[in-house]
């Protein structure tokens, strides 16, 4: 169960939570969870599903670096990822698997995909992208059995009925392996605030969630041979400044648009791909020295004036370093209480709009906005708790557990959090 902006911060309100501190006290559980640059929600979930990093399983961030403006193709679908995931290995070793909101899980094959997806494009809409990439009659037999949840498409409401779905598959015995992907939380603190009272409230919430799941366990006979594993991705950090960093490219002479509204990108040379508290930099020859040292004395410009809210420059080398993958020649860290944003504006650097006071997308980092993770059941000691570890150390553990290999994990066991018997498998 993976509750998306569910953070290391939230460690004290957590142990006063019913069903979060049964968990908290009777597993095992990690207090920091380093997660891999850029913090977004799907390099952070296919790092865990195959304790790799974005340079090896290609999600580098939510979106495609894509130059447009009509709206970049999201990471949806398995193909995306490069390399074998959990639940891959699980249905390669015969156990039955169900990925629920799971990102970039669309269109694998088996019976039990409900996809994350949405229409970004015009003339996509939302009914036929969720059949096509998802489990048809499976998804169709959840809809009309759990759709009167829904009433839109409000978060609170999707994790309603992802959560219906999940307990009738426990209670049925339905699968082996249930991956679960609740939504509302990161969109409240995206909306009110990290710390907000909307944010306290949804995590009372997300605690009720639990408390089905484990009464769903309970009632499938099978706890003593179960897992309950809930896990965060990604912190947030308070907002009140928007960097248009695309309008500062044209400014600096690299992008040229025009059309309606002179909205429409024409050329470029550099273009920026907005991930929240950072930003990716692509060139469009990238092999061009003198382009690169041109584009490097502008973003260096930029950061000079502190009003633009640029914290940090990083290199190619420097991503490399990362981990971050190759697509990016470029990346920019925003400033405290900044984030940044692809579309140009009127001004490089606006207020924030009053529905959007937190991000995420920053440098990885080992305090408050790291996520928080516990197991608890079947081969998870009690009591137990890490001070820190990454997410890539998530999935090859949870992989040990299952007693299946993840063939391209770079992550680390957690033995410390197993029993003597899986510690020794």
Same mark, same amino acid.
């Given at each position: 169960?993976?509750?998306?902006?569910?953070?290391?911060?939230?460690?004290?309100?957590?142990?006063?939570?019913?069903?979060?501190?049964?968990?908290?006290?009777?597993?095992?559980?990690?207090?920091?969870?380093?997660?891999?640059?850029?913090?977004?929600?799907?390099?952070?979930?296919?790092?865990?599903?195959?304790?790799?990093?974005?340079?090896?399983?290609?999600?580098?961030?939510?979106?495609?670096?894509?130059?447009?403006?009509?709206?970049?193709?999201?990471?949806?679908?398995?193909?995306?990822?490069?390399?074998?995931?959990?639940?891959?290995?699980?249905?390669?070793?015969?156990?039955?698997?169900?990925?629920?909101?799971?990102?970039?899980?669309?269109?694998?094959?088996?019976?039990?995909?409900?996809?994350?997806?949405?229409?970004?494009?015009?003339?996509?809409?939302?009914?036929?992208?969720?059949?096509?990439?998802?489990?048809?009659?499976?998804?169709?037999?959840?809809?009309?059995?759990?759709?009167?949840?829904?009433?839109?498409?409000?978060?609170?409401?999707?994790?309603?009925?992802?959560?219906?779905?999940?307990?009738?598959?426990?209670?049925?015995?339905?699968?082996?392996?249930?991956?679960?992907?609740?939504?509302?939380?990161?969109?409240?603190?995206?909306?009110?605030?990290?710390?907000?009272?909307?944010?306290?409230?949804?995590?009372?919430?997300?605690?009720?969630?639990?408390?089905?799941?484990?009464?769903?366990?309970?009632?499938?006979?099978?706890?003593?041979?179960?897992?309950?594993?809930?896990?965060?991705?990604?912190?947030?950090?308070?907002?009140?400044?928007?960097?248009?960093?695309?309008?500062? =490219?044209?400014? !600096? %002479?690299?992008?040229?648009? &025009?059309?309606?509204? *002179?909205?429409? $990108?024409?050329?470029?040379?550099?273009? @920026?791909?907005?991930?929240?508290?950072?930003?990716?930099?692509?060139?469009?020859?990238?092999?061009?020295?003198?382009?690169?040292?041109?584009?490097?004395?502008?973003?260096?410009?930029?950061?000079?004036?502190?009003?633009?809210?640029?914290?940090?420059?990083?290199?190619?080398?420097?991503?490399?370093?990362?981990?971050?993958?190759?697509?990016?020649?470029?990346?920019?860290?925003?400033?405290?209480?900044?984030?940044?944003?692809?579309?140009?504006?009127?001004?490089?650097?606006?207020?924030?709009?009053?529905?959007?006071?937190?991000?995420?997308?920053?440098?990885?980092?080992?305090?408050?906005?790291?996520?928080?993770?516990?197991?608890?059941?079947?081969?998870?000691?009690?009591?137990?708790? =890490?001070?820190? !570890? %990454?997410?890539?150390?998530? &999935?090859?553990?949870? *992989?040990?557990? $299952?007693?299946?290999?993840?063939?391209? @994990?770079?992550?680390?066991?957690?033995?410390?959090?197993?029993?003597?018997?899986?510690?020794?498998?």
């Amino acid at each position: 169960m993976s509750v998306d902006g569910l953070a290391a911060g939230d460690y004290s309100l957590l142990r006063e939570l019913p069903a979060f501190r049964r968990l908290m006290e009777t597993g095992a559980r990690v207090r920091r969870v380093r997660g891999v640059y850029p913090t977004l929600t799907y390099p952070q979930h296919a790092s865990l599903v195959t304790g790799t990093y974005p340079d090896i399983h290609g999600i580098t961030a939510n979106t495609r670096l894509e130059p447009e403006e009509n709206g970049p193709h999201w990471f949806w679908y398995r193909r995306n990822l490069r390399v074998p995931t959990l639940y891959d290995a699980a249905a390669s070793a015969g156990l039955r698997t169900a990925t629920l909101f799971w990102p970039s899980a669309g269109g694998r094959h088996s019976a039990r995909v409900l996809p994350e997806i949405i229409p970004v494009r015009p003339g996509e809409h939302l009914f036929s992208l969720v059949l096509q990439a998802g489990s048809p009659r499976f998804v169709l037999g959840m809809l009309l059995r759990y759709g009167y949840l829904l009433r839109g498409l409000r978060r609170r409401n999707l994790d309603n009925f992802t959560c219906a779905c999940a307990c009738r598959l426990i209670r049925r015995r339905s699968v082996d392996l249930l991956l679960l992907h609740l939504l509302d939380l990161d969109a409240t603190r995206h909306r009110y605030g990290a710390a907000s009272s909307e944010a306290r409230e949804v995590l009372h919430q997300q605690d009720r969630r639990l408390a089905r799941i484990l009464a769903a366990v309970e009632h499938s006979g099978r706890s003593d041979r179960t897992a309950v594993v809930v896990t965060g991705d990604h912190g947030h950090r308070d907002v009140s400044a928007r960097i248009h960093i695309n309008s500062a =490219l044209e400014r !600096a %002479g690299l992008q040229v648009r &025009g059309g309606a509204g *002179a909205s429409r $990108l024409v050329r470029w040379e550099a273009w @920026a791909q907005a991930c929240d508290g950072s930003a990716r930099i692509r060139l469009s020859r990238r092999e061009d020295a003198a382009l690169r040292r041109r584009v490097a004395a502008a973003l260096t410009a930029l950061q000079g004036d502190p009003a633009n809210g640029i914290a940090r420059i990083l290199d190619r080398g420097q991503l490399l370093a990362l981990r971050a993958g190759e697509e990016a020649d470029f990346a920019l860290e925003a400033s405290p209480g900044y984030f940044f944003s692809s579309r140009s504006g009127p001004e490089v650097v606006t207020a924030a709009c009053p529905n959007y006071r937190a991000a995420h997308g920053y440098l990885p980092a080992d305090d408050d906005y790291s996520a928080f993770f516990v197991a608890a059941g079947c081969g998870f000691r009690c009591g137990v708790e =890490l001070v820190k !570890a %990454g997410v890539v150390d998530l &999935g090859t553990t949870l *992989a040990h557990v $299952l007693s299946l290999t993840l063939p391209a @994990a770079e992550g680390r066991v957690l033995s410390e959090l197993l029993t003597e018997k899986e510690r020794t498998l």
